[in-house]
């Protein structure tokens, strides 16, 4: 018989995957979009692109600490509903933007309501036995990816048969489905002891940050998500300027950056799949650092590809090492949430990604201003480096005895 925190959490990866497939129905295809819009302002489309990229990040950094606090208090499930569902009916507004400038306002307002991957990491990290986090994480990481790998390739077809407004209704559909499986078959958690009142928590938060360690755990946070975000506004872009053609046929763009986004997802799915487990057998410093390193070193030949194969074979195989990242971090997390605690651990870890996320697409418009798209892969790869370094000179993290 499944235990029940097994069965909770495959319910938490369903709706992962559904609010995984949704968003990247639309993401990977975002700056495409913004192409077809009126832009009121004298600004060059690859600052516009690090601007609307990046507004989400902006207000969820504000905002998550305190919804954080809120799940510990009135529950956690509720925190994953807000996400899904309010966040679900702000995607399908976007389809009915007709500037660049509305879309950076619902992008600021995705920010507020959205943050599904933090509220389900809360929920999973107080309800799943220490010794099996590593793998609950893996198998949330999983489903995450496993969206990932689907939504771009539906996304890809949607927007060439039916443009890209097409795929923000599938976007909203997606993720309030997700609430609806939420709200009728995961139960309610609340902390067994909760935190009550604003100033307690936040002191409480405070007091965390001072333990040994803590504070480089949200330092790998930020690097991570640095990383990650870095390529996400130019990779569709990039695309444009390879050669496509396969004999007479050529690839159109949005279905290319379906695929090569798709089988990137899949390979990260694999990747979570596969080292997630390893976290609760030999540290998750140790899985990190090497998922880094391998990700440094397979990101900067991706700016000197010509030809979308070579762009999508290099594409996947980083995903898988990518995969890795995610539970490695997620469960040194889990680690030091003391119960009560773990909405806010967890709050202030999305903040922190979002943090990076609103950083990424500036510096990376940047890059890319100056220096050109390819320039953007180069860079991507260092920033990896820097990740690994920053894990490899930070030992003592996690239970005693692992690396």
Known sequence: ???????????????????????????????????????????????????????????????????GMVGDRFGRRLMILR????????????AFVASVEQLFVLRLAQGLTTGVVSASSSYISSDVPSGFRG?????????????????????????????????????????????????FLLPEQRAANPVKGLRTPFVRLFNLLQRPNVASLYSFVFLTHLAVTFITPFASLYLTQL???????????????????????????????????????????????????VSALLFVPQGFTTHLWQQTLLYSAVGFAMGGIYPAVGALLAGVSADGQQGAVFGLENSVRAAARTAAPALSAAVAWQLGLSAVYVATGVVFALLAMVAAARRGLGPPGRF
């Open 243 to 293: 050669n496509r053609s396969f004999g007479e046929f050529e690839v159109p763009i949005a279905t290319a950056a379906g695929m090569v986004f798709g089988l990137h997802a899949v390979t990260g799915a694999f990747g979570a799949l596969t080292l997630g487990p390893l976290t609760d057998r030999y540290g998750g410093r140790l899985v990190l650092l090497t998922c880094a390193v």
């Open 83 to 94: 996400a899904t569902v309010v966040g679900g009916l702000v995607m399908t507004s976007m």
């Open 1 to 67: 018989m499944m235990h029940p925190w097994r069965r909770r959490t495959l319910i938490i990866c369903a709706a992962q995957f559904l609010t995984s497939l949704g968003f990247t129905i639309v993401m990977p295809f975002l700056p495409l979009f913004m192409q077809e819009l009126n832009n009121s302002f004298p600004i060059d489309i690859t600052l516009w692109v690090g601007l609307v990229m990046g507004a989400q990040g902006l207000t969820m950094m504000m905002v998550s600490p305190i919804w």
């Open 135 to 183: 793998q609950a994480l893996g198998w949330v990481s999983t489903a995450r990816l496993t969206g990932f790998a689907a939504g771009p390739v539906v996304g890809g077809i949607v927007s060439d048969l039916l443009g890209y407004r097409a795929s923000f209704w599938l976007n909203g559909g997606f993720m309030i489905a997700s609430g609806i499986l939420v709200l």
